[in-house]
């Protein structure tokens, strides 16, 4: 069954420098989302991407961050400058048009802001 | 805004029983509702979705309802089992006679035990 991979699964960094976070969407998808999980909290919308353009976004996501799909199947989350409070589970999310509006996830990296 | 909120953080029933997990939303009217299990540090999965002219969907031992009107949706396991110990996700979506296929809104979720 086609799944959604992300890589690293992962990521130690230091405060003040750049991450980016990659995922593989489901090959036929055409929507795609960033999501993201602190520790023992609920998952949070990030933002959405469609069309090669960002089709929505939450107040998170500010300018620090930024989305590309750089070719036919990666999808990425760039944070600039990571800050102690990026320290989450993020998750990449994809879906299909005609699919139900059933959204599938990947795996999550996990970041680790020191 | 929009506010979804999930029973209870926390569910503990016995194996055989029906478990029944409930989410309510205010200030929202949403075109459909999905309900997602999630496990320790892994990514939620999608288990049913149901839309606003739908009273009840069924899968397996899943079931859900959903009543527009008290702005609530039911998720009822049956038959539980151990592995069926997880945290369960509401998340209301789109907008009522929209085609939105946009961002997922999360209820804190529900943590069921299923205790053998």
């Known amino acids: 069954e086609p799944e959604v991979t992300q890589t690293p699964s992962h990521q130690v960094t230091q405060m003040g420098q750049e991450v980016i976070l990659r995922c593989v969407p489901i090959?036929?998808?055409?929507?795609f989302y960033w999501y993201r999980q602190i520790l023992g909290q609920k998952v949070e919308f990030l933002v959405s991407f469609y069309n090669n353009e960002i089709s929505e976004k939450s107040e998170i996501f500010d300018d620090q961050f930024s989305v590309e799909r750089p070719d036919g199947s990666n999808f990425t989350l760039k944070i600039r400058s990571t800050k102690l409070e990026d320290s989450a589970m993020y998750f990449c999310?994809?879906?299909?048009?005609?699919?139900?509006?059933?959204?599938?996830f990947g795996p999550g990296t996990r970041l680790l802001v020191l | 805004s929009q506010k979804i909120e999930q029973n209870s953080e926390a569910l503990n029933i016995q194996e055989g029983k029906t478990a029944t997990l409930t989410c309510n939303y205010t200030n929202y009217s949403p075109a459909y509702l999905q309900w997602y299990r999630q496990d320790p540090g892994r990514g939620p999965v999608f288990l049913l979705l149901?839309?606003?002219?739908?009273k009840e969907k069924r899968k397996e031992r899943l079931k859900v309802t959903f009543d527009t009107t008290l702005k609530q949706s039911l998720f009822h396991i049956t038959a539980s089992q151990p592995a069926d110990s997880a945290t369960y996700l509401c998340?209301?979506?789109?907008?009522?006679?929209?085609?939105?296929?946009?961002?997922?809104?999360f209820g804190q979720g529900t943590i069921l035990t299923v205790h053998p």
């Open positions: 998340a209301p979506g789109g907008n009522a006679g929209g085609t939105s296929y946009g961002k997922l809104t």
């Open positions: 090959s036929n998808h055409l929507y």
């Open positions: 149901i839309r606003e002219n739908e």
């Open positions: 999310a994809s879906l299909g048009a005609g699919a139900g509006r059933a959204q599938y």
